[in-house]
């Protein structure tokens, strides 16, 4: 079944494609783009000995996956799911030097291999979702062994309470997250604090094995 989305879960799809044309900009601005590198930096002390095959999942405009493959290396392959199709063509334009497939679709409602990926990322995507436990299991059926899962969740702060009257997510505590990895066995290996700016306040950043 797939995974609808929390809260106005009709509605999510078209306000991230109405903001699409703007979120890079946002983004930056906001500073995430520095808060993803550092994330990436935790995530891959050096470059892995083999280009690896990545699903981002929720991409939104590509950045976690941008900020991943500066510090990784070229993948193998790159798989960029979402449910705006704007977003999506945007990712896709960002990273067409590494020939990524776009996936239309909500965690948990497309057909992908198992098993397949040494590393998924996602970025704010947890917090939309009604179920985090099944769509994190999820995650986890379609890493390799030894797979790497690379997150960015956002956190209880009144600034992230400011935002959600638009979007509609939730926060998530490192307690709650460390429980999640867990429960779909997953191996906390890392949390990671990001050091200024908005990303400071509202998000966290977390790394986990199979």
């Not at 890493?143 to 960015?152: E, M, Q």
Request: proline letters at 8%; charged letters at 20%; aromatic letters at 6%.
């Amino acid at each position: 079944m797939p995974f609808p989305h929390a809260n106005t879960p009709s509605r999510l799809p078209q306000l991230y494609d109405a903001a699409s044309t703007s979120w890079q900009d946002t983004i930056d601005r906001l500073g995430y783009p520095g808060a993803y590198a550092e994330l990436a930096a935790a995530a891959f002390a050096t470059d892995l000995s083999s280009r690896p095959k990545i699903l981002d999942v929720g991409t939104g405009t590509g950045a976690l996956a941008a900020a991943i493959i500066r510090r990784s290396g070229p993948p193998q392959s790159l798989d960029l799911l979402d449910v705006s199709e704007n977003m999506l063509e945007i990712a896709g334009r960002a990273l067409r030097a590494h020939g990524p497939r776009l996936i239309h679709g909500a965690v948990g409602a497309v057909d992908l291999p198992e098993r397949a990926y040494d590393v998924i990322l996602c970025a704010h995507t947890i917090e939309h979702l009604p179920d985090p436990e099944r769509a994190m299991s999820w995650m986890r059926r379609h890493l390799k062994p030894d797979g790497r899962i690379v997150l960015s969740i956002s956190k209880p702060h009144w600034c992230t309470a400011l935002i959600r009257w638009r979007w509609g997510h939730k926060a998530y505590r490192k307690t709650e997250v460390e429980s999640l990895l867990a429960t779909a066995g997953l191996t906390h290996l890392a949390t990671v604090e990001f050091s200024k700016g908005p990303p400071r306040r509202t998000s966290q950043g977390y790394i986990a094995t199979v």
